[in-house]
């Protein structure tokens, strides 16, 4: 019976039928197609066959290509893991070609082949087979890839070990672990419910607030144990009695009364302001037992010598700041009195240097005690974003002055007053009114309970200063812009009535006549006098605009010349001094192992304009050191170099606290090296070659800083008016512009510190006036309960304690602080001797200033030696005075560096 072959479809390839367990059927036209000859890929068969005629006049049958392409795979397995020749542009695969498909199709034929003379079938492949009788023998492609698939599978038993491992895990994961605790695979089930309260949904919770929150869970258990050992109920309160208690009319807790203002904005339409005034505040604090006592104070008249701001001119001498009568021994005595001393010769005599010459005509009729409460304000810009740049605000904010340094400086002790998005004309100087009104009262007195005397006192608080930045100080003082004529708001010789002058007239054109350095001729408008909305500020009879704004050492020093000269130095001078500028970077870097400086220095010194306060407060106590003497030779800094110095000497002198002898000599030290430091920055602005340089003493922040002598002399050290800490409250007020529903940020962040500030007051034992308008104090319980956690965990905890400004001065030891080897200060001795020491070992080894040579004076530093001999003294044994900068050595010698802060 004659076999049928069986005609394939075109484009259809006949695949043997596999013989051996595992063969795996393929069609050759998944074969690469590339050319065996000069390694060619092409994307179909017919371009290799176009490509084997043109190029290799390769014109045999279909075997013929068929054992190329045979070949090529076969080359293609063997060379898997050889370099091939990388095609040139010009080798580039030709385009598709528009042969026909079933033509195609069938010079692939599998069954096409030639035939020898002796009618047996030829192979025209080009691989050297050897006879195989195994099934498929024929097709070397296929065998070469079955051996190396059954190599494979003999040479790899690791992956089917692996694999076995993989099944069995899979197969045995159907049985159950039955040996779980009860609370698996938590530690117990309050842990989980704080997990799922940390991480169940994206709901985000700081680390600070979840240690609040579990501080708080502490307490309540301790509670709820108590009431189930006294048979007590015991109910936590609902959601709504903790949010808006303030507007349930069964609640008894005290609210802070804010007060609204209606602006009319330049559209017409109408902006609610609400502000918690300054004599809200103050009737709180006189209130509260814990804080009375340290808000009112008497000018302290000891001479020469700046510890605290009551030593300062203006608390010494304005009328406002004197307190007419004094109380001892439960005794009232008024000025102007006469009285009998005992124990004094009757021809004693008293030679009175000033008299009180306060108003006391309306003081007397009501018979109260008075008290002096003065009141610093403070006012800067801050932003409902994370940036100032979109959502800007503006917000007033105060302290009390009578309290020391360190308690001005405390979170607890700003309080904020209000703040009003800057839009449609909407400002500061939107409320000014309504604050100034407020203030006016409390320079005339306002009666308030006082929890020290336990009786109703008359307060008054005057305004001693009004801290901001250089803008800020130019509209309050109703002058133009610092870039304007004349913008310095204290010279030429302004005064106040100079103010109240200017604003005689609504266009500012008053001709001013008795100004000196000016003709008679001059208009207010001329004179910079352009600002009206703040002309209610003139109404305060102890705040003068033209000394009450002091100079802000942060914006003039720091954001100012310490900005200019370090700018200019990284981006001009270095900028094309790479070598230079890379080893500056190194031992800035190396600065951060000081033991001397607060704070460590991290940033890259080419992000110099994008530098903070504080970062410049690190650069300007390490630059000239290191410039001093480690790049001494460098001649292309020597220009610059002495800029540094007198900057370093002026700021190791004003970035101090206090002055406890001296102050007069102080003085005159600061305003000594004012002038050294605007006569060297005019030498460089005249030297400069730099076409692009702008000159250093036509910029307003340098011409300021000449005033700060009379500041200094007026309320004493310029750390006490640095706006720093009124700057990092800002965070605060953003926070909570953030948790705002946006439609009455000023009415919600009025709230909030509303309700905080009660809140302590009520926890301190504060008293309050109620409903009925009687006078009441927290109950027995909460005194109780509060003097059990009077360890101060609680205020830490939950009062703000955990978020504490942080002070990066470095003019002094933080209490408590363990000082370290290698750490270098000046000790005092049990007999009084001053002495340089080194800590090491628990040891201080004494050191002694070697003679100083001119170039360490003219680079304000000096150098210091240990004693031959190792001589030593008992860390306990001394009291430490101040840290020292000594981390650069000269040989043996150690670099004392006067440039930090409070080593001048």
């Not at 890929?41 to 043109?54: P, V």
């Not at 360890?791 to 002094?812: I, Y």
């Not at 007999?831 to 004494?846: C, D, E, P, R, T």
């Amino acid at each position: 019976m004659n076999r049928v072959t069986k005609k394939l479809v075109p484009g259809r390839v006949s695949v043997p039928t596999p013989r051996i367990p595992g063969q795996l059927n393929f069609s050759l036209v998944d074969i690469g197609k590339s050319c065996s000859l000069c390694e060619k890929t092409f994307k179909d068969h017919w371009n290799l066959k176009r490509h084997l005629q043109r190029c290799h006049d390769i014109m045999e049958m279909v075997a013929d290509d068929m054992s190329i392409v045979q070949e090529t795979k076969y080359q293609d397995i063997q060379m898997s893991n050889s370099p091939k020749n990388l095609l040139t542009p010009s080798e580039s695969v030709e385009e598709e070609s528009d042969v026909d498909n079933e033509y195609c199709n069938s010079i692939l034929n599998y069954d096409e082949c030639e035939e020898s003379d002796d009618g047996s079938r030829v192979d025209n492949s080009d691989f050297d087979v050897e006879e195989n009788t195994e099934p498929n023998a024929d097709i070397p492609l296929f065998n070469h890839i079955l051996n190396k698939m059954s190599a494979f599978a003999n040479n790899n038993e690791s992956s089917i070990d692996e694999e076995d491992e993989f099944q069995s895990e899979v197969f045995n994961s159907t049985a159950w672990n039955r040996f779980i605790p009860n609370t698996h695979s938590f530690k117990d089930i309050q842990t989980m419910i704080l997990l799922v309260l940390v991480n169940g949904d994206n709901d985000m919770i700081s680390c600070r607030m979840l240690k609040k929150i579990l501080f708080t869970i502490n307490l309540l258990l301790k509670i709820y144990k108590e009431a189930i050992r006294k048979d007590i109920s015991f109910k936590l309160p609902q959601l709504d009695t903790l949010w808006n208690y303030q507007t349930r009319k069964g609640s008894n807790i005290p609210i802070f009364k804010s007060k609204s203002l209606d602006v009319t904005l330049s559209d017409s339409t109408k902006v609610t302001p609400f502000l918690n005034l300054s004599s809200e505040h103050i009737k709180l604090l006189a209130a509260n037992p814990i804080k009375s006592k340290s808000i009112f104070s008497l000018p302290d008249c000891t001479p020469n010598q700046s510890v605290c701001l009551q030593q300062g001119e203006k608390w010494r001498t304005n009328t406002y700041f004197q307190q007419p009568m004094f109380t001892h021994n439960n005794i009232d005595f008024w000025s102007g009195d006469i009285v009998l001393l005992k124990d004094c010769s009757p021809n004693t005599r008293f030679l009175v240097e000033s008299f009180h010459t306060m108003d006391i005509s309306n003081v007397f009729s009501r018979g109260y005690i008075v008290k002096i409460a003065p009141v610093i304000l403070f006012l800067d810009d801050t932003s409902g974003n994370t940036s100032k740049q979109f959502n800007p605000y503006e917000s007033w904010s105060m302290k009390c002055a009578a309290l020391s340094f360190e308690e001005r400086c405390s979170i607890e002790n700003i309080l904020f007053i209000s703040a009003i998005p800057k839009k449609k004309d909407a400002n500061t100087a939107s409320m000014l009114s309504e604050i100034v009104d407020d203030l006016k009262k409390l320079e005339n007195g306002v009666v308030m309970f006082s929890a020290e005397d336990n009786a109703y006192v008359l307060v008054v608080s005057p305004l001693i200063w009004i801290e901001a930045d250089t803008s800020c100080h130019s509209e309050l003082c109703s002058l133009g812009a610092p870039n304007s004529t004349y913008p310095c708001r204290k010279h030429p010789t302004r005064t106040k009535g100079h103010y109240i002058q200017a604003t005689s007239t609504p266009d500012r054109d008053t001709v001013i006549s008795d100004i000196p350095y000016f003709d008679n001729k001059n208009t207010a408008e001329e004179l910079s006098f352009k600002n009206k909305s703040t002309d209610k500020l003139l109404e305060l009879k102890a705040y003068d605009q033209s000394k009450d704004t002091p100079a802000e050492i942060l914006h003039y020093i720091l954001l100012g010349i310490a900005k200019y000269l370090i700018t200019n130095l990284v981006k001009v001078i270095l900028n094309k001094n790479k070598k230079e500028l890379e080893e500056l970077f190194d031992y800035v870097k190396d600065y951060k192992n000081s033991r001397g400086i607060s704070r460590a220095f991290t940033r890259s010194l080419t992000h110099a304009g994008l530098f903070l306060g504080r970062d410049f407060k690190v650069l300007i106590q390490i630059l000239l050191v290191i410039l001093a003497i480690k790049f001494a030779d460098t001649e292309v800094l020597q220009e610059i170099t002495p800029l540094f110095v007198c900057l370093g000497r002026l700021c190791s002198l004003v970035f101090v606290q206090s002055i406890d002898s001296q102050y007069e000599t102080y003085i005159s030290e600061v305003d000594s090296a004012v002038r050294s430091l605007i006569e060297a920055l005019h030498k460089y602005d005249t030297n400069c070659k730099h076409k692009k340089h702008a000159f250093y003493t036509s910029k307003p922040k340098v011409h300021l800083l000449t005033h700060l002598p009379e500041d200094l002399q007026r309320f004493g050290p310029a750390l006490n008016y640095k706006t720093k800490k009124g700057e990092q409250f800002n965070k605060h007020i953003c926070e909570h512009l953030f948790h705002t529903n946006r439609m009455n940020t000023s009415k919600d962040i009025c709230l909030k510190f509303g309700k905080q500030y009660m809140t302590s007051h009520i926890i301190d034992g504060g008293s309050w006036i109620d409903k009925n308008g009687l006078r009441e104090t927290r109950g027995k319980a909460i005194a109780e309960y509060m003097q059990q956690n009077s360890d101060g965990k609680f205020h830490e905890t939950l009062l703000g304690g955990s978020r504490e400004f942080a002070d990066n001065n470095g003019t002094g030891l933080t209490p408590g602080r363990i000082l370290k080897d290698n750490t270098f200060a000046l000790f005092r001795q049990s007999n009084g001797h001053i002495i340089i020491g080194m800590v090491l070992f628990s040891k201080v080894y004494h050191l002694y200033i070697k003679y100083p040579s001119a170039h360490a004076v003219n680079n304000n530093y000096c150098l210091a030696l240990k004693y031959a001999d190792d001589i030593y003294t008992l860390l306990d044994e001394l009291k430490v005075v101040c840290l020292l900068d000594m981390h650069l050595k000269v040989g043996c010698k150690y670099v004392v560096n006067l440039n930090k802060f409070g080593s001048y």
